[in-house]
């Protein structure tokens, strides 16, 4: 697992690392993901680093409801009128790539389900 000092999505966060920005907020930001799965693919990410969900839900559930305030702000912005999907993986097994909880905002097209 990273920490803070070598995770990308914290340098993404501070600004070392640029990125499209979407939207953002004193804590979270949304940004384009650079492998999108639909035509509009956003990461929501928190400016402090939680490791996953579990972590981000035990130590601040005020900010998990901020983050998906933003997501559902990114859908509106994006246009997203007929259906989105908020994604988040935990875990290996889950699918986490990046040790650092992110939300995908997903939609542009039908999405099937289960994912493919």
Excluded at 106 to 112: E, N, P, Q, T, Y
Aim: aromatic share 6%.
């Amino acid at each position: 697992m990273s920490t803070e000092s070598d995770c990308l999505f914290c340098k993404i966060a501070s600004g070392v690392i640029p990125a499209d920005v979407v939207l953002e907020s004193d804590n979270a930001i949304a940004f384009r993901d650079i492998d999108p799965k639909a035509p509009t693919h956003a990461l929501v990410i928190p400016r402090t680093h939680y490791a996953d969900v579990d972590e981000l839900t035990a130590s601040d559930p005020i900010l998990t409801g901020e983050l998906l305030t933003l997501a559902a702000a990114v859908a509106k912005l994006e246009c997203l009128d007929h259906g989105y999907r908020i994604v988040t993986n935990t875990g290996e097994d889950a699918g986490q790539s990046v040790a650092h909880v992110h939300f995908h905002v997903l939609g542009g097209r039908s999405l099937s389900w289960p994912p493919g």
